[in-house]
């Protein structure tokens, strides 16, 4: 489980501006708005598009929030940085996140192609736990993407980039990943308890990823018959 899992299903979306007279993100907290809507419109372009070409959507939920100030100190704290705004918006990559849940894997990398191509998104690192999953059967699609504005950004710079942390997954990795946030923010499991609830999760990891594979078999069978 990610942080921006923890932020979504513990504070749902965000998309207010941040207080810059509080905020971590300083006078920089008026723009993260902006640049999520930046990032949102391309994303639901995309969406549209789809649907006008084939009748289905590109994804089934999307999900984007700004990291909430308490969680970003938190998380500067943890990575023993200081709490800037250029920690914040320069050294980590995910005061933007979104995460887009799609039916099939194919949708998956097609919307990871559709934000590569995009000419304001410069893609700074990849992470793909759909093929190469984690230990614990963790499954889904990371991309840390530099967004090009017309604001001002933390080195100064004008255009600025802000960067985006964005997830996509389907329906399926997306329940696992649920079930095992629960399990992690439970504190009165017990070891054994936890041990054997591990080992299932694993176990549903690798049913759910065998699923995902059926169902896009099915899916791309019928659409050869169309």
Request: glycine share 4%; with cysteine; aromatic share 8%.
């Amino acid at each position: 489980m990610t942080d921006f899992d923890h932020d979504i299903r513990t504070a749902g979306t965000a998309t207010a501006a941040p207080d810059p007279r509080t905020s971590i993100y300083g006078e920089y907290a008026a723009y993260l708005p902006q640049v999520m809507d930046m990032v949102v419109s391309r994303i639901e372009d995309f969406d549209r598009a789809v649907r006008e070409r084939t009748g289905e959507g590109a994804y089934e939920h999307f999900n984007h929030r700004i990291k909430g100030d308490a969680s970003m100190r938190e998380k500067c704290d943890r990575k023993g940085l200081p709490q800037t705004p250029f920690s914040a918006l320069h050294d980590i990559h995910d005061a933007i996140g979104c995460r887009i849940v799609c039916s099939f894997v194919d949708d998956v990398y097609a919307l990871a192609k559709h934000i590569e191509a995009q000419p304001e998104f410069t893609v700074l690192e990849t992470k793909d736990y759909v093929r190469r999953p984690k230990p614990n059967g963790y499954r889904s699609y990371h991309m840390i993407v530099s967004v090009e504005t017309p604001f001002p950004d933390v080195t100064r710079s004008t255009p600025g980039h802000y960067p985006v942390e964005i997830q996509l997954r389907t329906i399926a990795m997306d329940s696992w990943a649920a079930l095992e946030h629960q399990v992690k923010y439970k504190k009165d499991l017990g070891n054994a308890n936890v041990q054997i609830i591990t080992q299932e999760l694993k176990r549903c990891a690798d049913e759910l990823a065998s699923c995902d594979l059926q169902m896009q078999t099915i899916r791309n069978l019928i659409n050869e018959n169309r």
